[in-house]
């Protein structure tokens, strides 16, 4: 058995894509090889877990959301379903992706630049969910001002529906709250690894490097085409 204070080795090449767990008959397979218990060192798997929860309540959130402005459009309220659905359909891959692939790989390799994407890309979710909380129909959130705008509007004799709303707007503050405090956490982390703005920089400037390096086959073997005449080529 792994001693418990070891890293465990990173997932080994070629492993499949897991991520997301997607039925074989769908038309599009998982995107990402996914695994914490292999992938991120013993120290840093419970952060890890942790910021993989809260990505989970963002998406709940985002669904509750939704159903709160889908039963408000059914009894006339049109101000949020709209964008509560288009929210619903790109914001979990996109804060996926932003935010909690960076943690990840700056967890599993202690990788500065990852790290400042991270607080980049997170610092502007924290501002979204704050606007989400307050819900403005502008951003089409189920948010106290919404909530509150319902209660005692025109449509206050839907109970039901307002406390959609109001349940809502406290799962969108508790997120916020969450979210603040996984901050100071993953911070507490960054400071630990020894990562670095310096470092971050030198890691994005290599890997520009490294790309501009590197050449396709097809580009390198058209570079090597011999000149004419030689070994016994002749033009036309």
């Known amino acids: 058995m792994m001693d418990a204070t070891q890293a465990r080795p990173p997932n080994p090449l070629g492993s499949e894509k897991n991520f997301p767990p997607l039925p074989s008959c ?10 914490i218990s292999v992938d991120i060192p013993v120290e840093n798997q419970k952060t890890c877990k942790i910021m993989f929860y809260l990505w989970q309540f963002y998406v709940f959130c985002l669904f509750f959301n939704c159903i709160a402005g889908l039963a408000a459009l059914c009894v006339g309220y049109d101000k949020t379903f709209g964008i509560a659905f288009i929210y619903l359909i790109f914001f979990p891959g996109c804060s996926f992706v932003g935010w909690y692939r960076p943690i990840y790989k700056a ?3 202690d990788s500065s630049f990852q790290y400042m994407l991270f607080f980049f890309v997170f610092f502007a979710q924290i501002v979204l969910t704050v606007m989400y909380a307050f819900g403005i129909s502008a951003v ?8 509150i705008s319902f209660a005692t509007g025109e ?8 406390a959609l709303f109001f ?3 406290i799962l969108f503050t508790l997120l916020g709250l969450f979210e603040i405090l996984l901050l100071k956490r993953i911070h507490d982390a960054y400071r630990r690894s020894g990562a670095s703005m310096q470092k971050a ?6 890997s520009v490097i490294s790309s501009a390096t590197q050449q396709p086959p097809a580009v390198s073997a058209s570079n090597t085409v011999p000149p004419a005449g030689a070994g016994g080529y ?3």
């Open 26 to 35: 769908c038309c599009v397979g998982p995107c990402f090889y996914h695994d």
């Open 107 to 109: 967890l599993k390799s």
């Open 140 to 147: 089409g959130t189920c948010g106290w001002f919404n909530a």
């Open 155 to 162: 449509y206050k004799s839907k109970g039901s529906v307002s």
């Open 167 to 169: 349940i809502s707007a």
């Open 201 to 206: 920089q030198g890691e994005f400037a290599g």
């Open 234 to 236: 002749a033009p036309y």
